[in-house]
């Protein structure tokens, strides 16, 4: 199964740590697209990626959140000094390209709760 | 901005029977590709359905279908036969490009 992989699976962290989620990619895919979905809610757009480049990043807060893809290994995000309102599920998505018909698959999420 | 509504936040149907999820959107756009997910409680996003805008045919996959009503920026999936292994969070899903936008989601329970 060559899909889209993300670990951890889950994650804890308390107030104040830093929070790494890593995606790597279907094979192939050079897009990565990264979103939140907090409970009982769809799943909110915040950052997307190509190699060694942030495409756009209008719904990733502008302070303590980051991403990169860079050119060896996979995407991360990274959320640093976590507060309680970070927990969610966060998911990871990649595409063969934007245009056309193609379409996004997601990993499995990564559940991140702050203590 | 494009947005997705998704009005039913729960459906329940029967098992073997069928049940429609509605979706509207709003955009500006002609040209834009829609998407219905499937969430079970594992969480996994599993792709349903896809539709292309300048496409009037109504995609079909197996079970699955959509009424796709593009004046109306409607778009709706019926399950046929409805199986326990149905049973999920399903998202309604509209891409332009790089920018994806998902509806809030309908809880579908399936009852034996």
């Known amino acids: 199964n060559a899909g889209v992989m993300q670990n951890p699976r889950h994650l804890v962290r308390r107030r104040g740590q830093e929070a790494r989620l890593r995606c790597s990619p279907v094979?192939?895919?050079?897009?990565v697209y990264w979103y939140r979905q907090l409970p009982e809610e769809g799943l909110k757009f915040m950052v997307y990626l190509q190699k060694e480049n942030i495409i756009d990043e209008s719904g990733m807060p502008k302070e303590r959140f980051s991403a990169e893809f860079p050119k060896e290994g996979p995407s991360i995000l990274r959320i640093q000094q976590v507060v309680r309102g970070d927990s969610a599920a966060y998911f990871c998505?990649?595409?063969?390209?934007?245009?056309?018909?193609?379409?996004?698959?997601f990993g499995p999420g990564t559940r991140l709760t702050v203590l | 901005a494009q947005t997705v509504t998704q009005s039913q936040p729960e459906m329940s149907v029967q098992e073997a029977e069928t049940v429609t999820l509605s979706c509207t959107y709003d955009?500006?756009?002609?040209?834009?590709?829609l998407f219905w997910y499937k969430q079970p409680p594992s969480r996994q996003m599993i792709l349903v359905i896809r539709?292309?805008?300048?496409?009037?045919q109504n995609a079909t996959e197996n079970r699955f279908s959509v009424n796709f009503q593009k004046a109306a920026k409607s778009f709706s999936l019926k399950i046929s036969d409805s199986q326990l292994g149905d049973a999920a969070m399903y998202f309604c899903a509209y891409r332009r490009n790089n920018d994806m936008r998902f509806g809030a989601g309908t809880r579908l329970t399936v009852k034996p």
């Open positions: 539709q292309e805008a300048y496409k009037q």
């Open positions: 094979k192939g895919h050079s897009h």
């Open positions: 955009t500006s756009e002609s040209d834009y590709y």
């Open positions: 998505a990649s595409s063969q390209s934007t245009g056309g018909p193609d379409t996004q698959y």
